[in-house]
């Protein structure tokens, strides 16, 4: 497998903590965000990863420099104008050859990225995405899904009187390399908005992976506040310590 990390976003809610740095390099107890997904794959069983960048890129390359530190072989694709969560892979068509596990670098999770892989395989899915249950949807891609986990329905950013479920795009996708024939060759493209909806119109199988534990979104500096202050995100930093 090849894993593919979103790590282009500027964080513009999040200043001044991202004045300096992108998005996913903000701190979470000692370590910066991307890390923490960075070392989830690598246990994982994943040893190569592409890690996409825009804003600050510098401070990734600094980092995380050839990932030989963090057990992973790492090189980077930098976009000079953001091409959307889909289009930012096709750059890197030509490597993304196989199996692929994409992470939206900004997010923090407890969940072992290897059940989900798992799922996948499990599924012979097209794509599998990773659900997380979410009382406010509204800022989210919710997802329909039938009593055999099969993704039946998506729709980004719903309206009030819209919403049909309380499942929600967790920003974890493992994909076959035939999801390119979704994704648009120029232009920019998202999953929820474009990808997803257009592999269902297709009758193409997106299997469902249900998250039972913790996603923490920090996308305002309210939300980076509340996830410091949570107790379950300090022990699993702490877990973190001790693993690779």
């Known amino acids: 497998?090849?894993?593919?990390?979103?790590?282009?976003?500027?964080?513009?809610?999040?200043?001044?903590?991202?004045?300096?740095?992108?998005?996913?390099?903000?701190?979470?107890?000692?370590?910066?965000?991307?890390?923490?997904?960075?070392r989830a794959?690598?246990?994982?069983?994943?040893?190569?990863?592409?890690?996409?960048?825009?804003?600050?890129?510098?401070?990734?390359?600094?980092?995380?420099?050839?990932?030989?530190?963090?057990?992973?072989?790492?090189?980077?694709?930098?976009?000079?104008?953001?091409?959307?969560?889909?289009?930012?892979?096709?750059?890197?068509?030509?490597?993304?050859?196989?199996?692929?596990?994409?992470?939206y670098g900004d997010n923090l999770t407890?969940?072992?990225?290897?059940?989900?892989?798992?799922?996948?395989?499990?599924?012979?899915?097209l794509a599998t995405l990773a659900l997380y249950e979410r009382d406010d949807v509204l800022a989210s891609g919710i997802v329909?899904?039938?009593?055999?986990?099969?993704?039946?329905?998506?729709?980004?950013?719903?309206?009030?009187?819209d919403v049909f479920s309380h499942w929600v795009n967790a920003g974890i996708l493992v994909a076959e390399p035939a999801i390119f024939d979704f994704i648009p060759a120029t232009g920019p493209s998202d999953f929820g908005r474009d990808v997803l909806p257009a592999i269902l119109a297709a009758g193409g199988h997106i299997a469902a992976y249900r998250m039972?534990?913790?996603?923490?979104?920090?996308?305002s500096i309210r939300d980076y506040e509340r996830t410091l202050a949570d107790p379950a995100l300090a022990a699993f930093a702490r877990t973190e310590r001790t693993l690779v």
């Open 1 to 38: 497998m090849i894993g593919f990390i979103l790590a282009a976003g500027e964080g513009s809610r999040l200043r001044p903590y991202t004045a300096h740095v992108p998005k996913p390099m903000i701190d979470v107890f000692g370590r910066p965000i991307l890390e923490y997904n960075v």
């Open 41 to 103: 794959m690598v246990r994982a069983g994943i040893e190569r990863i592409i890690i996409n960048t825009h804003f600050h890129a510098d401070v990734i390359r600094a980092h995380f420099g050839d990932g030989r530190a963090f057990g992973a072989e790492i090189t980077y694709s930098h976009e000079s104008a953001l091409r959307g969560t889909s289009g930012a892979l096709v750059p890197m068509r030509d490597e993304l050859d196989r199996t692929m596990l994409v992470v």
């Open 110 to 125: 407890d969940c072992p990225l290897a059940a989900i892989v798992a799922r996948h395989r499990e599924a012979a899915a």
């Open 144 to 161: 329909g899904i039938d009593d055999r986990d099969r993704v039946t329905r998506f729709l980004e950013k719903p309206q009030p009187a």
């Open 212 to 219: 039972r534990d913790h996603l923490w979104w920090i996308d």
